[in-house]
């Protein structure tokens, strides 16, 4: 409080040096009595006034002392009635008027030492004190003007105090480790009629999300009396910081409040939490104009649309933050459009650009130096899935190895960077450099404490391509017995194709059974929209891939009976899938029924022309077709081998093809091909870990 030259009260005034005076020499009566006979007080008036000169002076234990001398509860008690006729004495208004001012004064002198006496606790330590002091202003004031609202409300002073105690007391609680009466308290703060002004209840209001968001104390759901029939009614802490948050950004769109930075990034951090990170980028979208730089916001946007999973968008967005009239050079938005650009082969030659510009602009700049490796790390990614779609196996050769380079540079910037690390045993291990990909596999493991699951299954893919089938059993149920039962999805198929590289079909179907019954056990419990919190990797498991799973294995083992129920089960889950389509293939070419196979290939290509095994079959049986069908067969492979290089059946098959038409050098080139991809050859593609 600042200071002031004189004390006024009931019309009044004394020189407040003459009062300092006085409680400088130690006399505490004399400065009460000369307040009392110049300003007309009584006794704990008088006193309310000293308390207050001694706080405002920073002497706390003398403004204690000074409270302490006057019976503040009862004088609140003497002025309770006149305060509740105030309401019935409106007709007599020219002949009470006087009295009410002096009542009203007399109540703001007292409620104010009240809550001066608890902030004097507060700073001297005496935190359980200080907070029953400011309860019982809040108290005193909620049954003495209950009725006197309106005019508790014109009294600046009087609301003023109350607005003060009211933000005061949850900290008080807070501070006193009463973190269950804190939480009641801000809800008391926000839902009782205290007249607030709006800057008080945003403070509030902020205070309490922050308290929900970290508090680690679950408060449950409010109790809502009030509530409307079909109002949202938070369910738990992280709901309700949200909720709040929302609010204050509410207010300030409509002019109420200033801008507060932090209200966004506390909304961030909460809306992250949950996942719900497209809501976050809605709330950024509504924001008024010239808070934020549009740059910024399209970058925040993209970032938030990202982590949703709506890539198109995000990238959309930082197009246009990356214009050459806009922040062509924003560093960390380059890196995230080569993050989006590494996951689709057709982006890729795009993203390398942004990559390249990041490394460019990272150079020689001090701050943005540690951001180089990451700036090679995205040129790796990008160039190796750019190297999927290479028109020529020269190309496909250079972009792979340029791919290899770069994941080293960065390796350089970040040798302790287990992602890093990941992603080259990875790079390694789709060329089929098995060594450096265990290599990698291992040191991932090592890095991480082996508490990420996609290491596991890089490594037990890395021994299954090296023929070393028991070993990588051992490392999948090593795995399985450390990891919890949702994200076993992954690891169960993993080991069910290993019992099927390790002829051991019924142990197969054994594995699928208890796959499909966790995947079903899943669906049960967390409903057909999965929990965004549950961040777990068996999300790419699902039911249908499983019932095609042991269709195709029921379908090697001529069981067709059964590999037509499972067929069934899959198209009651989805009518059209080319996988379920190309298990429905097999399975009529296993029975030999080569023109339904050679439809059910072809109606899955003309529903993913991407779709490789397809088309690798389709291939195959054209060339059982005679020496006419040759030709397509041959365009058929040609084209699975440009989408998947590494497609061993599709070089097998070109190479018969290569034999019946006569040309024997080719052949052998085709077999050598498929020979050395057979002995590297994993039980499932090292990209289905991504």
Same mark, same amino acid.
């Given at each position: 409080?600042?200071?002031?030259?004189?004390?006024?009260?009931?019309?009044?005034?004394?020189?407040?040096?003459?009062?300092?005076?006085?409680?400088?020499?130690?006399?505490?009566?004399?400065?009460?009595?000369?307040?009392?006979?110049?300003?007309?007080?009584?006794?704990?008036?008088?006193?309310?006034?000293?308390?207050?000169?001694?706080?405002?002076?920073?002497?706390?234990?003398?403004?204690?002392?000074?409270?302490?001398?006057?019976?503040?509860?009862?004088? @609140?008690?003497?002025?309770?009635?006149?305060?509740?006729?105030?309401?019935?004495?409106?007709?007599?208004?020219?002949? %009470?008027?006087?009295?009410?001012?002096?009542?009203?004064?007399?109540?703001?002198?007292?409620?104010?030492?009240?809550?001066?006496?608890?902030?004097?606790?507060?700073?001297?330590?005496?935190?359980?004190?200080?907070?029953?002091?400011?309860?019982? $202003?809040?108290?005193?004031?909620? =049954?003495?003007?209950?009725?006197? @609202?309106?005019?508790? &409300?014109?009294? *600046?002073?009087?609301?003023?105090?109350?607005?003060?105690?009211?933000?005061? !007391?949850? +900290?008080?609680?807070?501070?006193?480790?009463?973190?269950?009466?804190?939480?009641?308290?801000?809800?008391?703060?926000?839902?009782?009629?205290?007249?607030?002004?709006?800057? #008080?209840?945003?403070?509030?209001?902020?205070?309490? &999300?922050?308290?929900?968001?970290?508090?680690?104390?679950?408060?449950?759901?409010?109790?809502?009396?009030?509530?409307?029939?079909?109002?949202?009614?938070?369910?738990?802490?992280?709901?309700?910081?949200?909720?709040?948050?929302?609010?204050? !950004? =509410?207010?300030?769109?409509?002019?109420?409040?200033?801008?507060?930075?932090?209200?966004?990034?506390?909304?961030?951090?909460?809306?992250?939490?949950?996942?719900? %990170?497209?809501?976050?980028?809605?709330?950024?979208?509504?924001?008024?104009?010239?808070?934020?730089?549009? /740059?910024?916001?399209?970058?925040?946007?993209?970032?938030?649309?990202?982590?949703?999973?709506?890539?198109?968008?995000?990238?959309?967005?930082?197009?246009?933050?990356? *214009?050459?009239?806009?922040?062509?050079? +924003?560093?960390?938005?380059?890196?995230?459009?080569?993050?989006?650009?590494?996951?689709?082969?057709?982006?890729?030659?795009?993203?390398?650009?942004?990559?390249?510009?990041?490394?460019?602009?990272?150079?020689?700049?001090?701050?943005?130096?540690?951001?180089?490796?990451?700036?090679?790390?995205?040129?790796?990614?990008?160039?190796?899935?750019?190297?999927?779609?290479?028109?020529?196996?020269?190309?496909?050769?250079?972009?792979?190895?340029?791919?290899?380079?770069?994941?080293?540079?960065?390796?350089?910037? +970040?040798?302790?960077?287990?992602?890093?690390?990941?992603?080259?045993?990875?790079?390694?291990?789709?060329?089929?450099?098995?060594?450096?990909?265990?290599? /990698?596999?291992?040191?991932?493991?090592?890095?991480?404490?082996?508490?990420?699951?996609?290491?596991?299954?890089?490594?037990?893919?890395?021994?299954?391509?090296?023929?070393?089938?028991?070993?990588?059993?051992?490392?999948?149920?090593?795995?399985?017995?450390? %990891?919890?039962?949702?994200?076993?999805?992954?690891?169960?198929?993993?080991?069910?194709?290993?019992?099927?590289?390790?002829?051991?079909?019924?142990?197969?179907?054994?594995?699928?059974?208890?796959?499909?019954?966790?995947?079903?056990?899943?669906?049960?419990?967390?409903?057909?929209?999965?929990?965004?919190?549950?961040? $777990?990797?068996?999300?790419?498991?699902?039911?249908?891939?499983?019932?095609?799973?042991?269709?195709?294995?029921?379908?090697?083992?001529?069981?067709?009976?059964?590999?037509?129920? /499972?067929?069934?089960?899959?198209?009651?889950?989805?009518?059209?899938?080319?996988?379920?389509?190309?298990?429905?293939?097999?399975?009529?070419?296993?029975?030999?029924?080569?023109?339904?196979?050679?439809? &059910?290939?072809? *109606?899955?290509?003309?529903?993913?022309?991407?779709?490789?095994?397809?088309? $690798?079959?389709?291939?195959?049986?054209?060339?059982?077709?005679?020496?006419?069908?040759?030709?397509?067969?041959?365009?058929?492979?040609?084209?699975?081998?440009?989408?998947?290089?590494?497609?061993?059946?599709?070089?097998?098959?070109?190479?018969?093809?290569?034999?019946?038409?006569?040309?024997?050098?080719?052949?052998?080139? #085709?077999?050598?091909?498929?020979?050395?991809?057979?002995?590297?050859?994993?039980?499932?593609?090292?990209?289905?870990?991504?």
């Amino acid at each position: 409080m600042a200071a002031v030259n004189e004390v006024r009260a009931n019309g009044l005034s004394i020189k407040t040096l003459e009062v300092e005076a006085k409680l400088n020499e130690g006399n505490i009566q004399e400065a009460e009595s000369s307040l009392r006979e110049s300003l007309s007080l009584n006794v704990e008036e008088a006193r309310a006034l000293l308390g207050r000169l001694e706080y405002q002076r920073g002497n706390l234990e003398g403004a204690l002392r000074v409270f302490d001398g006057a019976d503040l509860q009862a004088a @609140i008690q003497r002025l309770q009635p006149t305060l509740t006729e105030k309401a019935a004495s409106r007709r007599n208004r020219s002949r %009470t008027e006087s009295m009410q001012i002096v009542t009203q004064n007399s109540a703001n002198l007292v409620l104010e030492a009240m809550y001066l006496k608890a902030k004097s606790l507060q700073k001297l330590g005496r935190i359980t004190e200080a907070t029953e002091e400011c309860k019982n $202003v809040l108290d005193i004031v909620e =049954r003495v003007f209950h009725n006197c @609202i309106l005019d508790m &409300a014109s009294d *600046n002073k009087l609301q003023e105090t109350v607005s003060r105690a009211v933000e005061l !007391l949850p +900290e008080l609680w807070k501070q006193a480790g009463g973190f269950q009466e804190a939480m009641s308290s801000y809800r008391r703060a926000l839902l009782s009629q205290w007249n607030l002004d709006n800057e #008080c209840c945003a403070r509030i209001q902020k205070k309490f &999300a922050l308290f929900l968001l970290y508090s680690g104390v679950e408060a449950g759901p409010p109790n809502l009396a009030s509530q409307i029939d079909g109002s949202y009614v938070p369910r738990n802490n992280l709901e309700e910081a949200i909720l709040l948050l929302m609010i204050l !950004l =509410r207010k300030f769109h409509l002019g109420k409040i200033k801008w507060d930075p932090s209200i966004m990034e506390y909304l961030t951090f909460a809306l992250s939490l949950c996942g719900k %990170t497209s809501i976050l980028a809605r709330q950024m979208e509504e924001i008024l104009p010239g808070v934020f730089h549009r /740059c910024d916001r399209w970058n925040i946007m993209a970032l938030c649309y990202s982590a949703a999973g709506e890539n198109a968008v995000a990238l959309n967005l930082l197009r246009k933050s990356l *214009n050459k009239h806009e922040k062509p050079d +924003e560093i960390l938005a380059l890196l995230l459009a080569a993050r989006i650009c590494s996951g689709d082969p057709l982006l890729a030659a795009e993203g390398v650009g942004y990559a390249q510009r990041a490394i460019a602009t990272a150079q020689g700049v001090h701050v943005h130096e540690h951001l180089k490796g990451v700036g090679f790390r995205m040129l790796g990614l990008c160039l190796g899935k750019q190297a999927k779609v290479a028109s020529s196996d020269h190309e496909r050769s250079h972009l792979q190895t340029e791919a290899l380079k770069s994941l080293d540079a960065a390796i350089a910037f +970040e040798q302790n960077n287990p992602d890093l690390i990941f992603d080259l045993g990875l790079q390694h291990a789709e060329h089929r450099n098995s060594h450096a990909a265990l290599r /990698c596999a291992k040191q991932f493991i090592d890095a991480t404490g082996g508490s990420m699951l996609k290491g596991w299954r890089l490594l037990a893919l890395v021994l299954s391509a090296q023929q070393r089938y028991s070993e990588a059993q051992v490392i999948i149920d090593a795995a399985l017995d450390e %990891t919890a039962k949702w994200e076993q999805g992954p690891l169960l198929r993993m080991k069910a194709k290993l019992k099927i590289s390790q002829s051991l079909p019924m142990d197969a179907v054994e594995t699928y059974r208890f796959l499909l019954a966790l995947v079903q056990a899943q669906r049960k419990s967390f409903g057909p929209l999965r929990s965004s919190i549950l961040h $777990v990797e068996d999300d790419k498991i699902s039911e249908l891939e499983v019932w095609q799973g042991l269709a195709n294995l029921y379908s090697s083992l001529s069981h067709w009976h059964d590999a037509e129920i /499972c067929l069934e089960k899959a198209r009651a889950l989805m009518q059209y899938c080319p996988a379920t389509l190309h298990a429905e293939g097999i399975m009529y070419d296993g029975r030999g029924q080569m023109l339904e196979a050679l439809a &059910a290939y072809s *109606n899955g290509i003309s529903l993913d022309p991407s779709y490789v095994p397809s088309r $690798v079959l389709i291939g195959a049986l054209l060339r059982k077709m005679g020496p006419n069908s040759l030709p397509v067969a041959k365009s058929f492979l040609s084209d699975a081998l440009r989408l998947e290089p590494t497609n061993r059946a599709a070089w097998y098959y070109l190479g018969m093809i290569h034999k019946d038409d006569g040309r024997i050098s080719d052949a052998c080139d #085709c077999f050598q091909a498929a020979s050395m991809l057979e002995e590297a050859d994993p039980i499932e593609s090292f990209s289905s870990i991504l």
